[in-house]
């Protein structure tokens, strides 16, 4: 459940997103998304009410979400097609999305055929083929080990330089929050409200360096002390 959360995302930013367990996060995207509805309070995209699923809002999911029955190119030209969109144009969205996130060669695997890691790559090149203002992530890595993680997580953010958008980004690693975002928000309480936002003053692009810097060290301590309660905070 969440109480008084009031957030704003600009249209070239990772806003990174952790809390507890349970604490509505997942809530929170799927209301944007216009998959919820809330019971109080307003959603804007660019001005307008989110009172249902926008096209210019894409989710990426957890568990990959990808449909069994379709090819990689039929998974991630899905969107486009139920929005009639014209043959050529579908082709030519699907084969650079396909080529943006590194899958080339696939296009006529299934899903079983795909490791995790690649599964959801393909998630990825299906949100971003419709090139949307807003991309939702929805812990989109958690799904995968630990090394796969970490190259979807640079690959990720190779992807945002190379086409930057508004990208709110809920995970439940600190590090991973950090890394991704230029602002962390740290949700908290029951209801869950805004505890603090702090502003990730990292360079960008970020590589491997970045995450063994000492001002990475000092925002991911900041943030762990945020998130557990002590009385360090951010920068409301």
């Not at 039929?74 to 590194?102: C, D, F, M, Q, T």
Request: net charge neutral; charged share 20%.
């Amino acid at each position: 459940m969440l109480s008084d959360v009031s957030l704003t995302v600009g249209s070239h930013e990772i806003v990174s997103v952790v809390g507890p367990s349970g604490c509505g996060k997942t809530t929170l995207l799927r209301s944007i998304a216009g998959l919820t509805r809330l019971t109080s309070g307003v959603l804007q995209l660019e001005g307008q009410p989110v009172d249902g699923p926008l096209p210019g809002v894409a989710m990426v999911f957890q568990h990959f979400a990808l449909f069994p029955w379709k090819s990689l190119w039929g998974n991630i030209a899905y969107g486009l097609k139920i929005r009639h969109y014209p043959r050529a144009e579908i082709e030519r969205r699907v084969s650079e999305a396909i080529e943006l996130v590194g899958l080339t060669g696939f296009e006529k695997s299934y899903p079983y055929q795909l490791s995790g890691g690649m599964q959801q790559r393909a998630g990825l090149a299906r949100a971003l083929v419709v090139e949307p203002r807003l991309l939702l992530m929805d812990e989109p890595f958690s799904a995968v080990d630990a090394q796969t993680r970490e190259l979807l997580q640079f690959e990720l953010l190779r992807i945002w330089d190379a086409r930057p958008t508004a990208m709110l980004f809920v995970t439940h690693s600190i590090e991973e929050a950090v890394l991704m975002g230029d602002r962390v928000i740290v949700l908290a309480g029951r209801p869950s409200h805004v505890r603090d936002v702090f502003d990730i003053d990292l360079p960008r692009p970020r590589d491997r360096t970045i995450a063994g810097s000492d001002h990475f060290v000092r925002l991911r301590n900041r943030v762990w002390a945020s998130l557990f309660g002590s009385q360090e905070g951010g920068k409301r």
